[in-house]
């Protein structure tokens, strides 16, 4: 088989099955380092032992099984004490190893939801439980979360490592809680399921702008959750965020992978199933009367979905659905998307105020997004020199390539004017 065939093939892997074998091998370990190490361990041998034998059938079993062997043969050549006898004692039971086993006595046989779970227990804080999830169950690297976060990597690499020392040494359990403990950590687990989705929707960096597959997991850990917790209307409300997103996500780039902003989407090719989907879970968790930051943001995205043009869009009803988001989520990035729905609520001016005080304070120095906002409103009000200058400070910070490659053309349109 050729090397691109082969290479292709572990890329797919990755990025569709790194999360379960992790997953499943943080279960029967419990070492997360471990289970990481071997999982790369397996990805590698792939590589070479797929170009041989052929890709198998059902590849996610087979870097499991390869990296359980790993893991098996480091513990024994570590088995010095009762505990790591143990570990291999589970690891080398016999008969074929098999990814489906439930040990787990909390009745949700799905390990990466265990996973979900484990990260976010209360012990740890919210930004690790995130950056922990993410790492593990998505096999995002260390920068690329601390772009996410837009912290520095080193910060980020300390946080990842002292969640999981954490994890370690307080004996926190791989499992779903009983229902009397979900509403503690219904928090954590929304936030890394959004994250999740996010980092699928708009990749912080590479070549591509959508990763399939975060997405499509994300919705599936929502699915779980709200079979989970029907009651809750922020896991409703997020569920709905996440398909009313999912229902542009095959119009958000052309065929030659460029990306296309919303307004000149085909809004005839989005998913209305999806759509229709997310607005009806929208509507059953708001009538529950308890609104909340994943209700309100599904609320903003209905808008654009609902609206049969661009023209059409209700930007003054999206400008104060981002006021009432502030007063949950007071973030720089909530206040940045308000200032884009001012603008072009009211004029572009307006818009541009509102991203000047962000620009005072700092807080969004290093984020892309803040001068290609303001590039974005200084070109909507004719003033192209200003902003060509604007959209080459955002090149300077945009790491995604697609990305890159549109602030770039819109760089030579505002220089051509």
Known sequence: MSVPDV??????????????VVATLIRVTGDWDLAEECAQDAFTQAL????????????????????RNRALDVLRREAVGAAKLREVAVLGREGPYDPEYDG????????????????????????ARVALTLRTLAGLTTPEIARAFLVPEATMAQRLVRAKK???????????????????????????????????????????????????????LARVLSRLMPDEPEVLGLLALLLLHDARRGTRVDAAGELVTLEDQ???????????????LLETAL????????????????CHTTAPTAEDTDWADIAGLYGELERFVPSAVVRLNRAVAVGM???????LELVAELERSGELADYHLLPATRADLLRRSGRTTEAAAAYERALELVENAAERRFLERRLAECRSA
Request: with cysteine.
């Open 104 to 127: 787990d006595d909390s009745g949700v046989e799905d390990d990466r939801l265990r996973l979900v779970f484990t990260c976010c227990h209360p012990a740890l804080s919210i930004e």
């Open 166 to 220: 954490k994890i370690r040494n307080a004996g926190i359990p791989y499992r779903v809680p009983p229902a009397h403990l979900l509403p503690e950590r219904t928090t954590g687990v929304l936030g890394v399921v959004y994250l999740l989705f996010n980092e699928g929707y708009a990749a912080t960096s590479g070549a591509e702008l959508v990763r399939t597959n975060l997405c499509a997991e994300a919705i599936r």
């Open 266 to 280: 085909d809004r005839t090719a989005w998913d209305r199933a999806e759509a229709d989907e997310g607005a009806a």
């Open 287 to 302: 009538r529950r009367g308890r609104p909340g930051p994943y209700q309100i943001q599904a609320a903003i995205a209905a």
């Open 48 to 67: 070479d032992r797929w170009r041989r034998d052929g890709i198998p059938r059902r590849p996610g079993a087979w870097l499991t099984t390869t990296a």
């Open 7 to 20: 290479e292709e093939a572990v890329a797919t892997a990755f990025r569709e099955e790194w999360g379960q």
């Open 345 to 351: 609520a009211q004029h572009p001016d307006a818009g």
